[in-house]
């Protein structure tokens, strides 16, 4: 049995051609993703272990920063004097490390890297443990000297005896390129301008006896642990946090992990929709080859062999295509693994693709999805080969498959669509956020697999339509390729259900994106009253010389800062809240336009005051006049009392919730030192619209790092960062649509195959090759539009529910992108044309006397 | 349905000119040491408006000068001409062409497409073509084949005989030049078969068209007005007005022994119609 089980699997070679294909690109993404990330954190594990101190001192962050508010935590220098006296210490080094300061060159333009990583402004104290050398020029001494990495001084053409401007948070100031530094280890990816100490002390922490950190070397004989143990003892104090050296380089690795953990839930989202849609592929595969064999099924049956033995034999066939599916992938995912490394490399994170890591987890992983996948998928089939009478071999049935009834799937199909349509309703009726979600998710899976199950069911009314113009366009052609597309509607079916499972996320996620966009744009139309604003497309704050800058200009009237920061308040209900809020100057009303139920801006500006959403308060318990215990960074607490309780529709996201606000009088009293993430302009009475803005693009000439926008163009800004979510979206549709193109020529070769005779007889009578070429084509296109309609109307449900759960949040406007979705419908006719061009021309190729003689 | 075709005598519409003709016509399999003729330098004239039977044992090659004449496959010598075309050296766009508008077909068995039904199978030929089938000519064969409450069905509702009938009106429904009919009974009971045999015999007399038909079966060959007998690539014989026992014996005489499937023959004398 084995044996005629590998003689058939070696026969099929050809046809499980594109099966194998599908599980070669679910294993690729999956291992790729696995040794990419394995690969980088074990870099970045040793770059970051090899470059920590035995111990590392810094102020302790009380509450993590979601969105930056600028402030720089220092301690004193001297502390390096006292903790050098701690027994078991070797040395004790200040160390000034500020991120997100600006460099900028000759023409303004900044030095620093374009991919968002930061600019790192640090003060020159080499040591061993230096991720990098100087290989070029000098130290720095003095203001008005710098050094910098060799990768951005290549990148930007950056050579010793330039002069630069260093924007920082205390100004800017003119330096010179003394000398250039080159990495000894890795480069993360960011740019690094160092400085004498005092000049980084002065200029970047304004603060001439701080530091941001102190470095710990341990004596001899004395462990990391040991020697945190003992210069914890020593200080005594909560406002420090101690790092022995591997704590260190966790803790630097997770706060890079945050953007390897995209990537990586990026690469495994590839790899699901590989793995979803790979499955259809390979049960239609398996499902068409046995309905060709029924007759050599039904001779083994016949011959003795007993339902396990041909269930067994099917299964393994499908084992040994995941077994080399699993084993191409995993080297395709090396290969994977290695482009993605080398583009890191090009956004100037440079590992090394010789210390690439291949974990025992990679290939087991490997081999558990590629057998997994094609196990399952080709379990079903299985069950009907064994299922083939022996009166199969003496029968002339054509093929089994194409009669047997679809009761079961429409019994199951709709059970299971009317629970996915409850859950759907129940998304929509939804009143909480949290509980509207998971009701989402569940709808969304349930309807999804209703689909799968019942599309079968579908393909005859839907395909109906779709092709009932082809019979009166394209004639008898027209009406075999209609009529060959409802031949076997499981086929056809599963076959449009790949395309349909890639279509549906890109309609729900692009009526989602539409509808936030629209959203927004009401939301800054309604509530933005400035002419103009000032900031960073990444919301990362900017020195107070901007600022000051800003004011100066001529045609500016009124100036209002905002700044965002971290609390926790402790609210009457016992819930203790994490999140960011923001801080204003006063005259709020000016340049926003909020909606208070309760108090208005001035009350909640006010001196130990603050607002927030009437929702939130009523949620917890709090009301006008209450006073609620703050928590600001640095363990300072105050007692804030209710001013105003706001009306607006948008209170949460990006990280706060509650819509907390007060005066950045409040916020300065109780933690300076933040920097202004934006900074609303109006102009005086008497100046123009063009002419401040040209005024203020004059003044923000010489500060690369913000710009200046109206509301138009504070619109695009939003717009963009919604966009990014949704070019991933089309980079998985490009995938899905990759395998489903795969799915739908494996189909119609099979088919091809499976009508050789119909197709012989045809030509004899007079069919023309281009003709029999059309015919496939028309075929294969009626199949992608099935699955398109299906997809994307299962998608504009899927939106449409998606929009509710929005709108719990405020983003009330429904909007369907009627473009797209044309866009998509004209794309998927374009993806069954290309689908066709081979088994088409296979077809066509046929001799005629051989597929007449064809049995 | 007056005459039995074993009485059959020419009619008016014989001998009015030669349908297709061959000269010189070599197939050949292989190469070297290894190549067989499946048809050695045959001459042949298939004469309009009558009905020719090609017998011959299996590998006679009765099959491939059925499908050279028709277009299906290419010489490896000698000129096929159907009319006043030569056909040998056309390209496939060409041959394609003159099949569908000039050639009828009729095989032993998958004759129909099984998505469409019979009309749509009868004038498929046409459509392809574009052209719009002749209604009256249409009406007239689809009459006389019996169709006309079978329109609709698809050839899975229908029986091997009618499905024959169906590829019988298709062959017929574009007026065409030649029909060849390849072991048009082979897969049918004899009652089933007799009829189709009754329709071309009434397709050549009625209608005035030219069958050619390959079989192996000397009483579907005795409905012919003409059987040319194959042996080893050559036309050894032929026989007019065959009757079913002279062929039978003719095919004895080449082979010797028992030359073929004696037990598929029809009777000998079939049944009158009235």
Redesign the interface.
Same mark, same amino acid.
């Given at each position: 049995m084995l044996k005629a089980t590998l003689r058939s699997f070696l026969a099929h070679k050809g046809r499980l051609l594109l099966s194998a294909l599908a599980v070669i690109l679910s294993v690729a993404f999956v291992a790729g993703s696995l040794i990419f990330s394995d690969t980088v954190s074990r870099t970045f594990d040793r770059l970051f272990a090899s470059t920590a101190a035995d111990v590392t001192v810094t102020p302790k962050e009380t509450l993590d920063e979601t969105i930056p508010s600028g402030q720089t935590l220092t301690l004193p220098a001297s502390l390096a004097d006292r903790l050098a006296k701690v027994d078991g210490v070797a040395a004790a080094r200040p160390d000034v490390d500020v991120e997100g300061i600006t460099v900028a060159d000759k023409d303004r333009e900044s030095v620093g890297p374009t991919t968002g990583a930061p600019t790192i402004g640090t003060a020159w104290n080499p040591t061993e443990r230096s991720p990098v050398e100087l290989t070029s020029g000098h130290a720095p001494k003095g203001d008005g000297q710098v050094m910098i990495d060799a990768d951005t001084a290549d990148d930007k053409d950056v050579r010793i005896g330039d002069r630069l401007t260093v924007i920082g948070q205390e100004g800017s100031f003119p330096v010179e390129v003394v000398g250039i530094v080159t990495f000894t280890t890795t480069n993360p990816g960011a740019a690094l301008v160092f400085f004498d100490t005092p000049t980084a002390q002065t200029k970047l922490i304004g603060d001439p006896k701080g530091a941001t950190s102190i470095s710990l070397d341990a004596a001899e004989g004395v462990s990391d642990a040991d020697l945190k143990r003992r210069v914890a003892a020593a200080l005594d104090s909560g406002a420090y946090e101690l790092r022995t050296a591997d704590e260190q380089a966790e803790s630097d690795v997770e706060q890079l992990g945050g953007f390897l953990d995209i990537i990586k839930y990026v690469m495994l989202g590839f790899a699901g929709v590989a793995v979803l849609v790979g499955v259809f592929l390979i049960v239609n595969t398996f499902s068409m080859l046995i309905a060709q064999r029924t007759r050599e099924l039904g001779l083994l049956r016949a011959l003795g062999a007993d339902r396990r033995q041909v269930r067994r034999s099917v299964l393994t066939e499908a084992l040994l295509l995941g077994l080399v599916g699993s084993t191409a992938g995993l080297a395709a995912g090396i290969g994977l693994a290695v482009g993605l490394i080398e583009l890191m490399g090009l956004m100037g994170m440079n590992i090394r693709t010789t210390e690439m890591v291949i974990g025992w987890g990679t290939p087991v992983t490997a081999y558990v999805v590629g057998l997994g996948v094609t196990f399952v998928a080709a379990y079903l089939p299985a069950r009907r080969a064994a299922g083939v009478s022996p009166m199969a071999a003496l029968a002339d049935a %054509?093929i089994a498959d194409i009669g047997r009834p679809l009761r079961l799937r429409a019994i199951v199909g709709s059970v299971v669509g009317a629970a996915g349509a409850a859950a759907l309703v129940g998304c929509a009726t939804a009143s909480k956020t949290s509980s509207a979600a998971s009701l989402l998710g569940l709808g969304v899976l349930l309807t999804l697999i209703a689909t799968v199950i019942a599309g079968p069911l579908l393909v005859r009314p839907v395909i109906r339509v779709l092709g009932g113009a082809f019979p009166a366009v394209f *004639?008898?052609?027209g009406?075999?390729s209609q009529?060959?597309a /409802?031949?076997n509607p499981r086929r056809t079916g599963a076959t449009a259900a790949a395309l349909m499972v890639g279509l549906a996320l890109v309609g729900g996620m692009s009526v989602a994106s539409a509808s936030m966009t629209k959203s927004f744009d009401q939301q800054i139309d309604k509530t933005l009253g400035a002419d103009f604003v000032v900031q960073n497309a990444n919301f990362v704050p900017f020195p107070r010389e901007i600022t000051e800058r800003i004011r100066d200009t001529e045609g500016v009237g009124l100036v209002v800062r905002l700044q965002f920061t971290t609390i926790a308040v402790r609210l009457p209900d016992g819930d203790r809240v994490k999140t960011t809020a923001a801080a204003y100057e006063p005259k709020l009303d000016e340049v926003a336009n909020i909606t208070y139920a309760q108090g208005d801006s001035a009350a909640a500006l006010a001196a130990g005051h603050l607002a927030m959403d009437k929702d939130f308060a009523e949620d917890h318990g709090v009301r006008l006049g209450s006073t609620v215990p703050v928590e600001f960074q640095g363990d300072r607490r105050a007692e804030l009392t209710v001013g105003a309780l706001t009306d607006q529709e948008s209170a949460d996201g990006f990280g706060s919730q509650g819509g907390i606000y007060f005066g950045l009088a409040t916020l300065e009293k109780y933690a300076p030192g933040g920097q202004d993430a934006a900074v609303y302009v109006n102009a005086a009475s008497g100046t123009g619209a063009d002419d401040l803005r040209a005024g203020l693009e004059k003044t923000l000439d010489p500060y690369p790092q913000v710009q200046v926008r109206d509301i138009a163009d504070y619109k695009d800004l939003v717009h963009d960062q919604i966009a990014v979510l949704l070019y991933l979206v089309y980079a998985l549709l490009g995938l899905a649509i990759i395998i489903a193109v795969l799915g739908v020529v494996n189909t119609l070769a099979l088919s091809v195959v499976e009508r050789t +005779? %119909?197709i012989g007889?045809?030509?004899? @009578? *007079?069919?023309?090759?281009r003709?029999l070429r059309r015919m496939i084509r028309l075929e294969s296109v009626v199949i992608a539009v099935f699955g398109a309609v299906l997809g994307l109307a299962l998608g504009l449900v899927w939106g449409v529910c998606t929009q509710q759960v929005l709108a719990l949040q405020g983003m009330n406007a429904l909007a369907i992108p009627w473009g797209t979705i044309v866009a998509v419908m004209i794309g998927s006719a374009v993806v069954g044309v290309v689908a066709a061009l081979l088994p088409a021309l296979r077809a066509s190729r046929m001799n005629?006397?051989a597929a @007449?003689a064809h049995e | 349905m007056s005459t039995a075709a074993a009485q059959y005598v020419p009619g008016p519409a014989s001998a009015d000119g030669v349908a297709a003709r061959a000269r010189g016509l070599t197939k050949a399999y292989g190469s070297g040491e290894t190549t067989v003729l499946a048809l050695d330098a045959v001459d042949v004239d298939i004469a309009r408006g009558r009905f020719t039977a090609v017998m011959g044992p299996s590998g006679s090659g009765k099959s491939t000068l059925m499908?050279c004449l028709?277009g299906?496959?290419n010489v490896s010598a000698g000129q096929v001409w159907l009319g006043d075309t030569e056909i040998t050296g056309l390209k496939?766009?060409e041959l !394609?062409?003159l099949? +569908?508008?000039r050639?009828g077909?009729m095989?032993q068995s998958?004759? /129909? @497409?099984? !998505?469409?039904n019979a009309a %749509?199978n009868i !004038?498929?030929?046409m459509? @392809?073509? *574009?052209k719009k089938p002749d209604e009256k000519w249409l009406d007239q064969v689809i009459d006389t084949l019996g169709l006309r409450d079978r329109l609709a069905h698809r050839p899975s509702q229908l029986s091997g005989g009618q499905q024959q009938r169906v590829a019988c009106a298709?062959a017929l429904a574009s007026r065409p030049e030649l029909i060849f009919a390849d072991e048009p009974t082979g897969n049918l009971d004899s009652r089933a078969g007799l009829e189709v045999l009754g329709f071309l015999r009434d397709a050549v007399d009625q209608l005035g068209q030219t069958v050619v038909m390959v079989t192996h079966d000397p009483g579907a060959a005795a409905h012919s007005d003409l059987v040319l007998f194959l042996g080893d690539g050559r036309i050894v014989d032929e026989m007019e007005r065959p009757t079913a026992e002279a062929v039978l014996e003719r095919m004895r005489l080449f082979a010797g022994t028992n030359p073929m499937a004696s037990d598929q023959a029809p009777p000998p004398e079939p049944p009158e119609k009235g």
């Open positions: %054509e *004639g008898s052609i009406r075999m009529r060959n /409802l031949r +005779r %119909e007889l045809l030509r004899a @009578i *007079g069919l023309a090759r003709q005629v006397l @007449i | 499908h028709a299906l496959d496939d766009r !394609t062409r099949r +569908r508008d050639i077909f095989f998958f004759n /129909l @497409i099984p !998505t469409l %749509e !004038t498929l030929p459509d @392809i073509a *574009g298709r």
